[in-house]
């Protein structure tokens, strides 16, 4: 099994602040990897695919990058709409998400 | 568009069975991978099963031989049989569609499944 381990698990910040999102993986992923933001009582909302591809209508602030086993999730300017919980998903093999990462304001 | 809406979850007791429906629209379920994915209350989420275009199906070692992933052509409904039933699967089941492989671009609003005596 792929583990999936992201940091930190809990982020404090401001609006307009810059901010990323680390996520580790036991094993070679490659760059199949995708972000998902999901907020309290809500389904997850689909916003890196492949590592790095944007999904259709995510603002250009969210952005993906890494390959192998370390990737990273980066908010160039943190907007209000933006404080939620965020998972990263292995799909090399199977599928398997990180524990969350919870932005929160500062 | 695209609307993915569940049902079917409920409480029920350990040992017990449920089956968890799935309707979409603005698309052909057939034509698509699609997925159940479940959220242990205050917890993360976990890939539970996936049913390819094909009907290939995969499972996630927790709920190997008790679930069931299929679907209904004619209704457009992916379906979710859940048998014998531990605590350890209380959670939001939620239904998502494949953007490719194994991303979801789309997911329903969840249906609570509670395990409890």
């Known amino acids: 099994d792929i583990q999936m381990t992201q940091s930190p698990s809990t982020l404090s910040a401001s609006v307009g602040d810059r901010v990323t999102i680390t996520c580790r993986a036991s094993h070679s992923i490659s760059t199949w990897l995708a972000w998902y933001q999901q907020k309290p009582g809500k389904a997850p909302k689909l916003l890196i695919y492949?590592?790095?591809s944007l999904e259709s209508g995510v603002p250009s602030r969210f952005s993906g990058s890494g390959s192998g086993t370390e990737f990273t999730l980066t908010i160039s300017s943190l907007q209000p709409d933006d404080f939620a919980t965020y998972y990263c998903q292995q799909y090399n093999n199977y599928c398997t998400f990180g524990q969350g990462t919870k932005l929160e304001i500062k | 568009e695209v609307q993915l809406v569940e049902s079917g979850g409920n409480l029920v007791q350990p040992g017990g069975s449920l089956r968890l429906s799935c309707a979409a629209s603005?698309?052909?379920?057939?034509?698509?991978?699609m997925s159940w994915v479940r959220q242990a209350p205050g917890k993360g989420l976990e890939w539970v099963s996936i049913i390819y275009t094909g009907g290939t199906t995969y499972y996630a070692d927790s709920v190997k031989g008790r679930f069931t992933i299929s679907r209904d052509n004619s209704k457009n409904t992916l379906y979710l049989q859940m048998n014998r039933l531990r605590g350890d699967d209380t959670a939001v089941y939620y239904c998502?569609?494949?953007?490719?492989?194994?991303?979801?671009?789309?997911w329903g609003q969840g249906t609570l499944v509670t395990v409890s005596s």
């Open positions: 603005g698309f052909t379920v057939s034509t698509n991978y």
């Open positions: 998502a569609k494949s953007l490719s492989g194994w991303t979801f671009d789309y």
């Open positions: 492949k590592a790095s």
